[in-house]
């Protein structure tokens, strides 16, 4: 509820600021709205989604997920124009820094609740609010995020392998909405200007663990229940914890990495009856067995974007030593769960 307030009323003062922002839209991502959260409800990713017409993309890396964006012709609406580089390409850190100091001017107007904005983390697509919740702290991810309808680039084609698992239909159907694109730093370019953008496929991934059944009654009120959520749940859970244990050798791991590891389980293993409820001890260690030799090989293939690796080689050892931590759990009966 707390949230909910500050966000609306962000949106509402956004909105107002700046004609090019007039017609943003909020979406929720992230664990706690995918109901896969385990702890208490103290982080929330809260999108801002901007629709933009008539983009051409083009790749700025070769791992199909980074793109610079530029308009195809001369936008409508002039406030764009101070977005843009001399190339023409939309600068995702001036727009960062443009929604950056309205939010950080607003927070001041709301009344009866503390809400500060964090310092920016380097590299990070999110502007970070911390709203005071005695005796606690809740922290609010804020990711300015462009919708784009248009087909999906080429990079796409063979990813979201879902055919056995959802079926070809919903396959065609998710591949048919708006692509989303995030203000996210590529790390590889020789000069970092801030003028990339990174495909999101947080909307897609929402909808396919709300509805995750290959028959599709799966976890429906009457219909047979299934462990894949728990799973999902246990595996960042677990990584959470190793995390906290060991934060310098494990601080380039994210939950995004087990997620991925999880959506490829689901492929590999597609029927309802390979996740019944009462397997979960089982279809966890599965799925971490095959998180395991992904971290062995340094090889965890983009569910999206099969051509992207997200484990980058130079980081072998890092990947090792997860993966020995992981092992050392796998073996022992999970002692970090009882610490």
Partial sequence: ????????????????????????????????????????????????????????????????AFYYVKFKRSPQEK?????????????????????????????????????????????????????????????????????????????????????????????????????????????????LRGNTWRISFSHIEKHVISNHGNSKTCCESDGPKCCRKGCLKLLKYLLEQLKMKYPKELEKFCSYHVKTAFFHSCVTWPNDSDWHLGDLDHCFQQCLRFFVDCLQKSQLTHFFIPQYNLLSLEDKARHHFLSRKISHELNNGFPIFHE
């Fill in 79 to 191: 406030g764009w124009l101070k977005f843009l580089e001399e190339d023409g390409k939309l600068s995702a850190f001036k727009m960062l820094q443009a929604l950056r100091e309205i939010i950080k001017q607003e927070v001041k107007n709301i009344k009866d609740v503390e809400v500060t904005v964090a310092r920016k983390k380097v590299g990070s697509p999110a502007i970070t609010l911390q709203i005071k919740n005695p005796p606690s702290e809740i922290s609010v991810d804020i990711i300015l995020t462009l919708e784009v309808k248009q087909s999906w680039p080429l990079s796409t084609q063979d990813g979201l392998k879902i055919e056995q698992w959802l079926g070809k239909k919903v396959r065609r159907d998710l591949r048919f909405t708006p692509l989303y694109l995030v203000a996210k730093q590529n790390k590889r370019e020789k000069v």
């Fill in 1 to 64: 509820t707390l949230v909910n307030r500050v966000v609306l009323h962000l949106v509402q003062a956004i909105r107002g600021k700046d004609s090019c922002f007039s017609s943003i839209e909020r979406q929720s991502a992230g664990s706690y709205y995918e109901r896969v959260k385990i702890s208490e409800p103290n982080e929330f990713d809260i999108m801002l989604v901007m629709p933009v017409r008539r983009i051409q993309l083009d790749e700025s890396d070769d791992t199909g």
